[in-house]
């Protein structure tokens, strides 16, 4: 690679409906692309996505112009990369190790050929259900089922617990067979969380992401060993890059799995590090996106597909923006195409 060219845009997705969490309701989301090119071949740009989530990700997002630029400069100057400092900017280093592979690769946003890129191979998904009220929550669930998912995430926690139960209750009492999982995002107290967790563990859902608040290893840890409920951590692995503290971590909390997202841990180099520290410890995970546009999904949903996990991934289209980029993703049934579906045994092409 020889002489860069490298700068960076801001592009402001607008959701098409306000999404509620357990920290509030969400309108728009920033995302930044660091798009890098070789002075001898400007027509071959490599894109990638740097996509903080204000109070989620360390990132300090009114840093985060400043630091682009510093890395834009550092690339101009063929300084090496490895010596940027960007431990703190977790949504830079995806983006930087996505635009410098998407450069690699030719600029065609194909950075991990595989089956799933073929077209011969799909990806399982969950269908995502926000908060909102009861009557929202269950038009969603019911366009999903009807959809053909067979694996719902639901998130939780921003409304009377009572009134979650009872919805869940409500869906599993219709449907017996199909998997549930809830995300609270960290919405219960130590105090109140194990008996919430009996209550939920009664409804045989698969799994409930960060039922409290990350950073609180022993309390988490008792949870995860008295709760009948199996527990994945999500915000506990964010801000964690050294491998001895990621051991120390999971061998505290023993949980039952982890979810990792590429683009809030670093990258997908820190992404498999974590998958790899979780596997000697015999802990399960799924990758999940984090309100990226198309692009960084495009990305995260190529290199989920090579790791050849056989669980249900939290992977979607981005159909949650009314400004969103063109995609080679499509759902179908519950399961993540790319480019090609096989319909009535022929190939098409999605536009």
Not at 157 to 179: C, H, K, V, W
Not at 225 to 241: F, R
């Amino acid at each position: 690679m020889g002489l860069l060219s490298a700068y960076w845009k801001k592009h402001v997705l607008q959701f098409v409906r306000p999404s509620g969490t357990s920290r509030g309701v969400l309108t728009e989301k920033p995302s930044w692309f660091l798009c890098i090119s070789d002075i001898t071949q400007p027509e071959v740009i490599g894109t990638g996505e740097c996509a903080p989530i204000a109070g989620l990700s360390i990132d300090d997002v009114s840093m985060i112009e400043t630091k682009l630029d510093q890395v834009c400069e550092h690339l101009q100057q063929r300084k090496d990369i490895h010596t940027l400092e960007l431990s703190g900017f977790p949504s830079i280093r995806f983006g930087l190790e996505m635009a410098l592979l998407d450069l690699k690769t030719g600029g065609k946003k194909l950075l991990f050929p595989s089956a799933f890129t073929q077209g011969k191979k799909a990806i399982p998904i969950n269908g995502l259900i926000w908060m909102g009220d009861i009557p929202y929550m269950q038009a969603q669930i019911d366009d999903k089922l009807n959809q053909g998912f067979r694996c719902l995430k639901i998130k939780i926690g921003a409304m009377n617990f009572d009134q979650e139960y009872t919805l869940l209750r409500s869906i599993r009492d219709q449907y017996p067979d199909i998997e549930i999982r809830v995300d609270a995002n960290g919405a219960f107290s130590p105090k109140e969380a194990l008996d919430k967790l009996e209550c939920l563990a009664q409804l045989k859902l698969h799994s409930i992401e960060q039922p409290i608040r990350s950073g609180q290893l022993n309390e988490m840890a008792w949870l995860c060993e008295k709760s009948k409920l199996p527990i994945a951590l999500d915000e506990e692995l964010i801000g964690i890059h050294d491998i001895h503290a990621q051991y120390e971590l999971l061998n505290t909390i023993r949980p039952q799995y982890i979810v990792i997202k590429p683009s809030l841990v670093g990258g997908f180099a820190a992404a498999t590090q974590w998958i790899q520290v979780a596997q000697d410890l015999n802990i399960h995970y799924w990758i999940t996106s984090a309100l990226e546009s198309n692009s960084g999904l495009n990305a995260i949903a190529q290199w989920c597909a090579t790791m050849d996990n056989p669980m249900i991934q939290g992977l979607g289209t981005g159909q949650l923006y009314s400004n969103n980029f063109p995609s080679p993703l499509c759902i179908q049934h519950g399961f993540l195409y790319y480019i090609e579906l096989r319909r009535n045994n022929e190939i098409y092409q999605i536009s």
